[in-house]
């Protein structure tokens, strides 16, 4: 049975329906619960509330109130620069260790850096504990400071020492400083190989005086000096011939001297010294002057052999060429000094007929059978009339070789890039040594080696076959036709090499200042000097006078 609910006023109340009831009873819960929750999470009406327990206002936020904090945000951010750089230079400290560098001092510098960022952020510990309110910002300012001029002096370390770990920027400045160094040392190696060319080939002062004097004793003494009829021993076969061709009064003098010294029989030897005419007078003086033992000499000029004149030698007529005359007499030193691997080749006695007379030799001594050529640069320290009890199997020179390995072989002395060198010659060929060259003058004759020298010399006036000098064409001209003989007969290098060992000096018949520094020169290697002043004629009034003992 439906009941009926009235309102408990008077007058016209309706009825209420269930419907209305249940919107009354949401209505009420609605409200209840937007109440507890502005009730649960809102702040205090105001923050300046006295707070019960402590006595004085405090403030109390939220953690997104925190967040939003200025200060806070400049604090945390000045500490993460500090953190950073530090992890910087304890990177780079670590890696100083690892790469050994030279000094240590890097290390320690980095480590410092990383300790005064971890006592920085230790000693501003308490503004990261303090709220907004007990922040000091002047404190905050002051930690901020002191970051960045920490920053600053780590910049400027890393900065410094960027090159020590930067590899391929190191890498580079190395190519430029080597680059840079080689630059400068092609220069100081051109310039000092054009001083060293003029110190070997200048004229010593001392020298030039025992010319002078020896001149200066001829003019007063010429009867004492004239010319003799010729002695039947400087034509006599049987004899030993020794052929020296020399401008250097002292150093000619010395090489007979050694020769004669340590020959058992110096009555059967006999000197055939050529020397050009300007010298000629000083040089018949010198030989007059001493007897030495018995041996017999011929001392003459080079224009004393008239078939030597350019008609008949290339050298001659090539030096009456433009482009050769300029070449060799260039005046300045940049263009002096172009090639300074064949500077020495510049030099004008290549073009000498003293030092390409020793390829005429038949044809000079033409009695002779056999001839020992001596260069003016050695020192006889044994007898040689050994050599001539060599059977030379029908070859022309015997010679020491000079070769090794890859050193010393023809490759090194022709351009065998040129077709008629590559052709004719093999490029591994062992080379020898001029300087004591024993002549089988009738092989010679036999094999046509003159006309052998002239065919190449005069091939070579563009001087495209080889560089100037004697030693090419004499590998040329006696290619095939060189006997190899041991090795103690000639020492070389005397004159650039001071490793020689003194024993193989000692056990050797001949030794040779090959090189630039020659014995007579101040630029001498010193241990080997005394091996040619053993032989000077210090007797001799005009090489005292000369101070040749100094």
């Keep these: 049975m439906a009941t009926s609910i009235r309102s408990r006023g008077g007058g016209g109340g309706g009825r209420i329906t269930p419907y209305k009831s249940l919107l009354f009873v949401s209505a009420i819960a609605i409200s209840f619960f937007f109440f507890a929750f502005f009730v649960f999470t809102s702040d205090d009406v105001d923050d300046s509330t006295p707070d019960l327990n402590t006595g004085f206002g405090s403030t109390r936020r939220s953690v997104l109130a925190m967040k939003s904090d200025p200060l806070k945000q400049r604090l945390d951010q000045i500490k993460k620069q500090a953190e950073d750089h530090k992890s910087l230079v304890l990177a780079y400290a670590s890696y100083a260790r690892r790469s050994k560098l030279e000094s240590s001092k890097l290390v320690r510098v980095f480590a410092d850096l990383a300790r005064n960022y971890t006592d920085l952020i230790t000693n501003y510990r308490s503004l990261s504990e303090s709220d907004s309110v007990s922040m000091d910002e002047s404190v905050l300012r002051q930690f901020e400071k002191d970051v960045k001029l920490r920053i600053k002096d780590t910049r400027q370390v890393i900065a410094d020492a960027k090159e020590s770990f930067d590899r391929e920027l190191k890498i580079q400045k190395l190519k430029d400083t080597i680059f840079a160094v080689n630059e400068q040392l092609t220069k100081v190696k051109k310039q000092g190989a054009f001083s060293s060319l003029i110190a070997a080939k200048s004229i010593p002062k001392n020298l030039h005086c025992l010319t002078m004097k020896l001149m200066e004793e001829l003019i007063a003494n010429p009867e004492k000096y004239a010319d003799e009829d010729k002695s039947p021993e400087l034509e006599d076969p049987s004899l030993y011939h020794y052929a020296i061709f020399s401008d250097n009064v002292i150093a000619a003098s010395v090489v007979v001297n050694s020769a004669v010294k340590n020959s058992k029989e110096p009555f059967k030897h006999v000197f055939h010294v050529v020397t050009d005419k300007m ?165 010679w004759r036999k094999e046509k080696c003159t006309e052998q020298y002239h065919y190449w010399q005069t091939l070579n006036e563009n001087r495209t076959l080889w560089k100037l000098g004697t030693l090419p064409p004499g ?76």
């Design 279 to 443: 010298n000629l007078g000083a040089m018949k003086v010198m030989f007059k002057m001493r007897q030495y033992n018995g041996a017999h000499f011929e001392v003459k000029a080079l224009e004393d052999y008239t078939f030597l004149n350019s008609s008949y030698v290339p050298v001659l007529k090539q030096l009456e060429s433009a482009n050769l005359q300029k070449f060799y007499f260039e005046n300045k030193l940049e263009n002096a000094t172009k090639d300074t691997s064949n500077m020495k080749f510049r030099n004008p006695k290549y073009l000498s007929m003293l030092n390409h007379v020793r390829f005429y030799l038949p044809e000079m001594y033409p009695k002779l059978h056999r001839i020992l050529f001596l260069d003016d640069d050695i020192v006889v320290q044994r007898d040689l009339t050994g050599l001539w009890d060599i059977d030379m199997d029908g070859k022309v020179n015997g010679a020491v070789e000079t070769c090794f390995g890859s050193f010393h072989r023809y490759a090194q002395y022709m351009n065998f890039s040129h077709p008629l060198i590559k052709e004719n010659f093999s490029p591994k060929a062992c080379a020898w040594a001029y300087g004591m060259n024993f002549f089988d003058l009738d092989a």
């Design 475 to 550: 590998l040329i001209t006696f290619y095939s036709t060189t006997k190899p003989l041991d090795k103690t007969w000639h020492v070389l290098g005397l004159g650039y090499n001071p490793s020689i060992s003194m024993d193989e000096i000692r056990n050797a018949a001949v030794v040779h200042f090959n090189g630039n520094m020659k014995p007579w020169l101040d630029i001498a290697i010193p241990q080997f000097r005394p091996l040619w002043t053993k032989y000077v004629d210090y007797e001799m009034e005009f090489v005292q006078q000369c101070n040749f003992g100094l």
